[in-house]
């Protein structure tokens, strides 16, 4: 449950955990993404049929997404980039570094909330910048994105 409220967001997280976890102790494991899908839509038997289909849909997206997460050890991975920034930026020097997702963005912003207060920032963002209205129709992937920059004291 942690992994998928961490990673994803998934405001169902419990119910699909649950899910998962029932059909793990009856024997039944999730071969393929087809039978994870199947785990979800099951999960959220109780929701609205005219909201179901789409609800489904941002779920599957956002499980997907958590086990991507954990699997390429993303959080960890961009933890250790911001250990070690200050040693490889110079003086002066600037960072832009864009997210895909909230936890990626709060990792983010406190690291460089805290490099600032110990001084290794001359400055950072205050405000994240998104992509514009054009950018997002043009790129609808670009629609998560948010950036943050910082320049090294």
């Given at each position: 449950v942690g992994m998928l409220i961490e990673n994803s967001d998934e405001p169902y997280a419990e119910e699909i955990a649950?899910?998962?976890f029932s059909l793990m102790r009856k024997g039944k494991p999730m071969n393929t993404t087809t039978e994870l899908r199947?785990?979800?839509?099951d999960a959220l038997w109780k929701l609205p049929k005219d909201e179901k289909e789409q609800t489904v849909k941002k779920s599957c997206a956002r499980v997907f997404q958590a086990l991507r997460i954990d699997v390429n050890s993303e959080f960890e991975v961009l933890y250790s980039f911001l250990e070690k920034l200050p040693n490889v930026l110079k003086s002066g020097?600037?960072?832009?570094?864009?997210t895909?997702?909230?936890g990626e963005d709060r990792l983010v912003?406190?690291?460089?909330?805290?490099?600032?207060k110990a001084g290794v920032f001359s400055a950072i963002s205050t405000e994240v910048?998104?992509?514009s209205v054009e950018e997002c129709r043009l790129n609808p992937r670009s629609k998560?994105?948010?950036m943050r920059w910082a320049v090294k004291a």
């Open positions: 649950d899910k998962v199947q785990a979800i839509e020097g600037r960072v832009a570094i864009l895909f997702h909230s912003k406190k690291a460089f909330k805290e490099m600032a910048i998104r992509p998560s994105t948010k």
